[in-house]
């Protein structure tokens, strides 16, 4: 056998074994990619993704839409090969495996986490587009989660709405635990307590709750570490009353990262006119009942797959606009905004045509 034809035949085999064992070598690493981008003024599947009843609703045009990053599962790693093909594409980002999942997450855990993520996402965007059109929501405390082998386990449970803690009304979440870490471990505390069931039945037979219960517990000590504290083992938070039904029909859809495109879809339909004026817009963000618009993951796959599907404009947060200006597609004008009022101004903007007067998002 000739020598170059043995040195090729023997190279070729070497590159053979590399890739091989390339794609036998498990990493450490993610991969994250543009994933579905959805209208909220649309429909999905043949169902709309907005559905209001008991409340007028007007015409929408244009697109608002939600943007979605896919992941790698978490029990899942990339092989040497696909970690490199990642960090050579543009539109793939391949990413330390922890900054997406804690160490021992399961798939299970991840999809849970995100379908509780995305509930409060609805939650939140609902009440922000409500409060923004002056129209009165009731909201109020709830347990959310009672932790397992701590002293509220079989006392409290997932929906009782707290109304005071020794005494004192709970107006919001955060007042549950400056009130409980007032005691010492090992001093009892007393919730007074509208019940789940008395509560869900109240909604239904749409009544004002009445009937509710002092309920004792013996605070613990806090097993975090840190300085030691009294707790009871629950996790507060806000449940709502809304005057009229809002439901958000989007299924294979996790992440609080869609709310404030649910916020803006709610008030366009909510309102006559067209909010986006016939616009591509897309964009991103959490948001709170307040309105207040957060960052999320993903950012520079978010703007290429809503480019991807004809976007010309995107709503960013606030603080992801930085990172997002690094890599803009073209064609696709950021926009920056920290609160619904930003976003609701952004598209007044782009639908009267002063584009020039837009909040861009920069590297600075």
């Known amino acids: 056998m000739p020598r170059r034809t043995a040195t090729m035949l023997a190279s070729t085999l070497m590159l053979i074994v590399l890739l091989c064992a390339g794609l036998a070598v498990p990493t450490e690493y993610s991969e994250m990619t543009p994933g579905p981008t959805v209208n909220t003024l649309g429909k999905h599947d043949g169902d709309p993704v907005l559905h209001i009843s008991g409340h007028r609703t007007y015409p929408a045009d244009g697109h608002l839409n939600m943007t979605t ?10 092989n040497l090969v696909s ?32 379908a509780e ?27 959310s989660t009672v932790v397992k082998d701590t002293p509220a386990e079989g006392v409290l449970h997932a929906g009782d709405v707290i109304r005071s803690v020794d005494g004192t009304a709970v107006k ?13 471990p090992g001093e009892k505390v007393v919730f007074t307590v509208v019940p789940a069931k008395e509560q869900a039945a109240a909604e239904r037979e749409g009544r004002e709750a009445t009937r509710t219960e002092d309920l004792t517990i013996t605070t613990a000590k806090s097993e975090d570490g840190g300085e030691p504290r009294a ?47 016939g616009a591509f817009v897309a964009g991103t963000g959490t948001i709170d009942d307040a309105g207040e618009v957060g960052p999320i ?53 782009i639908r009267e045509g002063r584009t020039g007067d837009l909040p861009r998002c920069s590297t600075g």
């Not at 594409?89 to 798939?107: I, M, R, S, W, Y």
């Open 172 to 184: 919001e979440p955060g007042d549950v635990s400056k009130l409980v870490t007032r005691h010492k």
């Open 231 to 277: 707790i009871v083992g629950i996790a507060a938070g806000t449940d709502h009353t809304f005057p009229f039904a809002i439901d958000i029909k989007l299924a294979d859809v996790g992440g609080p990262s869609a709310g404030l495109m649910f916020a803006l879809g709610i008030y366009d339909k909510l309102t006559p006119g067209s909010l986006t004026g």
């Open 117 to 143: 993520e995305f509930s409060q996402s609805q939650e939140s965007a609902k009440v922000a587009a409500l409060r923004e059109l002056d129209i009165p929501v009731k909201s109020w405390v709830v347990v």
């Open 297 to 349: 993951g993903g950012i520079s796959m978010k703007t290429v797959g809503a480019r991807a599907k004809g976007a010309t404009y995107f709503l960013t947060p606030e603080k992801n606009c930085a990172t997002a200006a690094e890599d803009i597609p073209a064609g696709l004008t950021l926009v920056k905004v920290g609160d619904l009022d930003d976003a609701l101004d952004a598209l007044e903007d």
């Open 69 to 78: 990053v896919r992941v790698t599962s978490p029990d899942y790693r990339l």
């Open 83 to 114: 970690a490199m093909y990642g960090w050579l594409a543009h539109d793939n980002k391949v990413v330390p495996h922890d900054t997406l999942f804690p160490e021992g997450q399961t798939e299970e855990e991840s999809s849970q986490e995100n």
